[in-house]
């Protein structure tokens, strides 16, 4: 059984940094992309950030490029989201996600049907 676990959410002002973790299991992790998707009250689910299985493409949501960056360390199957100069909108559950498809060498967003449970991020003024 596949299980994706995010940590690292809290409380921040705006213009801070936050990282995100996600720790997988049960999945071949080294051979899948991961994403993070995020969710805001009364929104829909938008695309975040994803990075392929080889780490080599890195793509990004047109809300979030230029201040969020993504990671993998495949030594401790996790992925990370580095998140700097927050600002209110940025305010979301965030969820870490995997594509099933081993080696894909292209992003597909909607290819990431593994979720994890999310993690409350709440930026404050």
């Known amino acids: 059984q596949a299980q994706l676990a995010e940590s690292g959410g809290g409380v921040v002002q705006v213009g801070g940094s936050l990282r995100l973790s996600c720790a997988a299991a049960?999945?071949?992790?080294?051979?899948?992309?991961m994403a993070w998707f995020r969710q805001a009250p009364g929104k829909e689910r938008e695309f975040v950030a994803a990075?392929?299985?080889?780490?080599?493409?890195?793509e990004y949501g047109d809300s979030v490029a230029g201040r969020f960056t993504i990671t993998r360390y495949n030594p401790k199957n996790a992925v990370y989201l580095q998140m700097n100069n927050l600002t209110l909108e940025d305010t979301a559950v965030y969820y870490c996600?995997?594509?099933?498809?081993?080696?894909?060498?292209?992003?597909?967003?909607?290819?990431?049907?593994?979720w994890g449970q999310g993690t409350q991020v709440t930026v404050s003024s």
């Open positions: 996600a995997a594509d099933p498809t081993s080696f894909r060498p292209f992003i597909r967003r909607s290819a990431f049907n593994l």
């Open positions: 049960g999945l071949n992790f080294n051979s899948v992309g």
């Open positions: 990075l392929t299985w080889n780490g080599v493409t890195a």
